[in-house]
């Protein structure tokens, strides 16, 4: 006997599902006075705007496709142009009936949910968003790679028995930075080296400093603190040019960022950051949760038969 077909009333008249792979794009076309099709494309640009014409030819309006890793980007930007109306939606929130999955079927079933106005796209930043995002996250991970390369720094001191960290509060400031840099020379620390560059702020006196500095610095010591030095001084250099670049892209907004940067507690850094991730465009938000939710700042629910899952798997976790 075979299975009913599932049936939904029609909202969008013409619409296509991309099943979309990294060597390959499946996509099916239905709606009114067209035929289903479904049909292959590659992922070349070629290929893609073959794809774009034969959906305009048949007069498609929307498209919608899984946010499946950074495959789907390059299609967004060949289709986007052409007025067509593209959705990404959650690949969780589409799964298709345990069965006989192929690459045609999750097409189709794409097509059917778009069709029946059953999907729910997901909010998509503006293309120049999305670039100032790539240099403002690309500027947040070298300013973390920085960190570590600092913490490594200290890990081959502390190798060599120097302890700066025990009594410089921060040996990123002036006086470690300049004493790391003698000790990188390969140059050992003595009293006139501590007193050119001490100061009364300092909590340590000239003399603990100096024993601090006293350790064993092996040749290898040395080579590993000028690779790591060479290499934090190169990732500044570029942070200055995303800063560059950042600033560049953000100048026609610049009355808004001052107005953001009235906000207490807030830096310059953190404005660029704030705008780049979610906009100055708060109408794309009906509510502040959904903007918490979008922004990955507020906890998800998940419960069933009055018990949630999360606190199932602490309690888990916990034992």
Known sequence: MESPQVSFKQVVSRGCGLDVHKKVVVATIDGEGIKKQTREFGTVTSSLK??????????????????????????????????????????????????????????????????????????????????????????????????????????????????????????????GTKLIDKLCEGKEITMQDVEDVYHKMLEASKEEIYEACQGFITEHHVCMLQIIRQEIAATLQTIEKLNQRIKTVLSPYENALELLKKVPGISSKSVKDLVAEIGLDMSVFPAENHLSSWAGMAPGNSESAGKKKADEQLRETSK
């Not at 593209?86 to 690459?103: E, F, L, R, S």
């Not at 059953?118 to 996250?137: F, G």
């Open 50 to 175: 073959e794809l774009r014409d034969w959906l305009m030819e048949h007069g498609v309006t929307h498209v919608v496709m899984e946010s499946t890793s950074v495959f789907w980007k390059p299609v967004c930007n060949v289709l986007e142009p052409a007025e067509l109306t593209v959705w990404i939606v959650n690949a969780a929130q589409v799964k298709y009936v345990p069965g006989h999955k192929t690459d045609k079927q999750d097409s189709a079933w794409l097509c059917k949910l778009l069709l029946a106005g059953l999907l729910k796209p997901s909010y998509i930043p503006a293309k120049e968003q999305r670039e100032l995002r790539d240099l403002t996250r690309y500027r947040t991970t070298l300013i973390q790679s920085n960190a570590s390369n600092k913490n490594r720094i200290i890990r081959i001191l502390e190798d060599a028995n120097i302890k700066l960290s025990s009594v410089l509060s921060s040996t990123s400031g002036v006086v």
